[in-house]
């Protein structure tokens, strides 16, 4: 797990600053793996916060590096503290030096949910960390997608609001509920934005709200979704203009639903993949077939056809990096390849959990996993019947 690392310096100040930084980071970066470094001035001195791998990690760098450095340094006496990080809310601007426009993720943490199905391993059921994204230009503001329970998207407003941003547009990557049951709150909050998806993608978002897929959602999360959740707008055409920036809408096909669209800023080099893209996270398989599975696929490679250089994807885990897109994107693949070949050789949905958590026994959310495995040997009995 990650961790943040807390340096007090009592009566430290930015000359001392400016004098460690050079020492701590002579390659003029930070360590590989760092996600944070911030420091500025408190009322008894200087504080400096990093975003770590581990503590082992850090420990070793102060060996190295931090404790030589305070040794030049007379009467200097840091205070360092080691704390969990739960959730990280990242800032990613390194693809986008040259642009006007700002990306930020905020990632919405695993919850406990009333699980509809067995156990089939370890842990309680959970529903996957999911993220949301705005990208921003100098006033106003773009969020892609809403989240679902009341809690999260309550957390997005104030998120936004502390951007002091002007929120323009709700985008809806695809249909299904938890990514857009959020709208009601997030628009009472900015009655002013509008909520859009693409033409082809509102016939699901309209079935998600029927009768019988609302009894799903509220049996998943009772009491804590709309009552009646807003359905996003057609979007009139496939960009979405953002200060002169174009957000292209691409729709790829499959992926765990379709249609499924991602929100490709070239100005960036970004891509907001939805549910195209999973990062750290067993991937929702349920409503899929073998032949999906390969249309799948085949929609992940049009983002690489792209080649950029950030992809967030709609469930990742809190801790994930979305400036890895290789590793993001193969990844995907390889979990479907192997969920196939895992299916063709497992006789029950047990063996085939088993067979994938021997695989991927590290990704976050192994609910998602049991709902496959069961979905996959329903589907056998129904053929067989």
């Known amino acids: 797990m990650a961790v943040a690392v807390v340096i007090d310096v009592p009566n430290g100040n930015q000359q001392f600053y400016d004098q460690i930084v050079p020492r701590l980071f002579p390659e003029g970066k930070l360590p590989e793996g760092w996600q944070l470094h911030i420091a500025g001035p408190t009322e ?3 504080r400096i916060v990093n975003v770590v791998p581990s503590q082992a990690q850090f420990e070793a760098f102060a060996r190295e590096r931090l404790g030589p450095a305070l040794l030049q340094l007379e009467g200097v006496t840091p205070q360092i503290m080691f704390f969990p990080v739960y959730r990280l809310v990242q800032t990613v601007n390194d693809a986008a030096m040259s642009s006007a426009l700002r990306l930020d993720v905020f990632v919405a943490p695993y ?3 009333a ?7 370890k842990g309680e059921p959970t529903w996957p960390a999911s993220s949301v994204s705005l990208i921003s230009g100098e ?7 809403a989240l679902i329970t009341f809690e999260d998207a309550g957390r997005v407003v104030d998120w936004i609001r502390a951007t002091g941003k002007n929120l323009t547009t709700i985008y809806i990557t695809h249909g299904h509920g938890d990514h857009f049951f959020g709208l009601n709150t997030v628009l009472n909050a900015f009655p002013n934005a509008r909520a859009v998806t693409a033409a082809a993608v509102v016939p699901e978002a309209q079935e998600q ?11 998943v999360f009772p009491g804590q979704i709309p009552e009646h959740p807003i359905v996003p707008a057609a979007l009139d055409g496939d960009v979405i203009d953002l200060e002169g920036h174009e957000l292209s809408i691409i729709n790829v096909g499959q992926a765990d639903t379709t249609p499924s669209t991602i929100v490709y800023v070239p100005d960036m080099d970004v891509v907001i993949a939805g549910d195209v893209a999973y990062n750290g996270v067993h991937q929702w398989l349920a409503q899929t077939d073998h032949e999906k599975r390969m249309q799948w696929i085949a929609s992940v490679e049009k983002i690489e056809a792209l080649n950029p250089k950030i992809v967030v994807a709609g469930h ?3 801790h994930a990096r979305d400036d890895d897109p290789a590793t993001i994107l193969s990844s995907t693949k390889t979990y479907i390849r192997d969920f196939n070949r895992s299916l063709s050789e497992s006789h029950s949905a047990q063996q085939l959990v088993d067979k994938m958590m021997a695989l991927h026994g590290g990704l976050g959310n192994p609910y998602t996993l049991w709902t496959a495995a069961q979905a ?3 589907q056998a009995q129904v053929a067989a019947s």
């Open 115 to 121: 699980g509809l199905i067995a156990p089939m391993g």
């Open 139 to 145: 006033r106003d503001a773009v969020l892609i997608d």
């Open 316 to 318: 990742k885990d809190p």
């Open 209 to 219: 709200v029927s009768p019988g897929y609302i009894g799903f959602w509220n049996a």
């Open 111 to 113: 919850k406990p949910i």
């Open 376 to 378: 996959m040997f329903q």
């Open 44 to 46: 008894s001195g200087w």
